[in-house]
């Protein structure tokens, strides 16, 4: 089995943790790569976020090779075999291990900030990683888990050396891998996207994890300050900013009630008034595409500076003429979207400015919409990037009949879950902003 990425694996992990949802259980990710797949398992479950901080220590003379690791609250794990073999000294390894502890002690103040470190003592800790090849990193995680006083220490990863896994079975309560292939050389061959994790990231999926808010704001847009709303859920993993039709507003029902099924997935959303009261009522400016895609983009610099959503993956999504300010901002050079979505959008509005669009784009459309489903399919023949046109059956403009306002809400939702993910910080349509 290949991964597609980690947060794809994350989600596959979850799935055959689910055994635990619903108990006294913290989630502790293995920075880097591990975060990922640990925020999308602490969201599956309902638990709370935190990393478990440990280092390798390798041998002087060849760094990759562990002689043993070392975490948090003075952990260390011994690999006699390796230190007699390669010939390190009491003195030499004493170096390594001074030098590492410190780095340890470094990164677990970056990665929590002014955060208290998430108690695991009486609770089942799932200790996450994105795979195990030697294992020292997570023997020594479980072994921090049990010293914090774990009353129960569960090793989940994707895929693992069959060796690794056994091993690990003895500082382990529980070893949950989904794939041990023999032979096993590296973790990356066994993902199609390895991207590596930054620090940055980690420090945003944890800022994210243990938040949750949903408030009132002034949302400045260059000269332009409009009343908003934004929420952040549990478990964040990405930002949708909303971009309204005309004769709508932030309040619209059906953009709320898309905007709260992205919360349920996992996603914050931002909803503003793209217009004053008094633009509201000239049908001129409502038309000008141009204004709204600036205004649109505006909102997305101030609202990717915000504490709460800084360093996450943005995407957006429109409604009729809101679609085509979506796809006008997203053309910004310095607006980085890794995902649009419209529905039931005038893309053709935005025409001057489509085959500058580096997002991906999912066109949705009623089935009985047949002027502006024709619109949409030139549209996506014109754009340069990946662009797919779904057509809910049976649906109208507005998507008033029963069940199309909940699929198209859907296709909105699977569009942003397979794009806006932290972990593709190197891919040509996710460049993380702020």
């Not at 002014?114 to 990193?137: N, Q």
């Not at 569960?154 to 056994?166: E, F, K, N």
């Not at 800084?310 to 006008?328: D, E, I, M, Q, V």
Request: hydrophobic letters at 45%.
């Amino acid at each position: 089995m290949t991964f597609k990425d980690r947060p794809e694996a994350g989600r596959r992990l979850a799935t055959a943790l689910q055994h635990f949802r619903g108990g006294d259980v913290v989630v502790l990710g293995l920075p880097r790569g591990g975060v990922p797949m640990a925020a999308v398992v602490a969201r599956e479950l309902g638990a709370p976020l935190d990393v478990v901080v440990v280092r390798k220590l390798g041998v002087p003379s060849q760094p990759e090779l562990a002689m043993g690791a070392i975490g948090e609250g003075g952990v260390r794990i011994l690999n006699e075999e390796v230190v007699r073999a390669t010939g390190v000294t009491a003195s030499q390894f004493a170096e390594v291990e001074a030098r590492e502890r410190d780095k340890v002690a470094r990164r677990a103040r970056r990665f929590r900030g002014d955060r208290e470190r998430v108690s695991v003592a009486g609770k089942t800790a799932i200790v996450v990683d994105d795979g195990i090849a030697t294992g020292s990193t997570a023997w020594a995680a479980c072994q921090v888990a049990r010293s914090l006083g774990a009353d129960r220490v569960v090793l989940a990863a994707p895929v693992g050396a069959r060796h690794s896994i056994d091993e690990l079975r003895r500082v382990a309560d529980e070893v949950v891998c989904l794939e041990t292939p023999e032979p096993f050389y590296a973790v990356g061959q066994w993902y199609t996207d390895f991207s590596q994790t930054s620090d940055e990231q980690v420090e945003a999926l944890l800022r994210a994890q243990s938040t949750f808010d949903e408030r009132d704001v002034e949302v400045v847009a260059g000269s332009t300050r409009s009343s908003g709303g934004l929420t952040v859920p549990f478990g964040v993993q990405g930002l949708v900013v909303f971009a309204h039709g005309s004769g709508s507003s932030r309040n619209s029902p059906r953009n709320r009630w898309v905007a709260q099924l992205l919360n349920e997935t996992g996603f914050a959303t931002l909803l503003f008034d793209l217009l004053t009261p008094s633009e509201e009522r000239n049908r001129a400016i409502i038309f000008d595409i141009e204004l709204l895609g600036g205004r649109l983009a505006g909102a997305t610099r101030w609202v990717v500076a915000q504490p709460e959503v800084r360093g996450l993956p943005s995407g957006y999504f429109g409604a009729s003429t809101g679609a085509a300010a979506a796809l006008w901002a997203a053309a910004e050079p310095d607006v980085a979207i890794g995902a649009v979505v419209s529905r039931g959008g005038r893309p053709d509005l935005a025409a001057a400015r489509l085959r500058q669009v580096a997002a991906p784009t999912l066109l949705i459309v009623g089935g009985l919409d047949a002027t502006v489903l024709e619109l949409n399919r030139r549209a996506a023949a014109s754009m340069r990037v990946e662009c797919r046109v779904a057509v809910v059956p049976g649906a109208t403009h507005l998507f008033e009949e029963p069940g199309t306002m909940r699929a198209a809400a859907e296709l909105a939702r699977q569009w942003f879950d397979d794009h806006l993910v932290l972990d593709r910080g190197g891919s040509s349509h996710l460049r993380r902003l702020g």
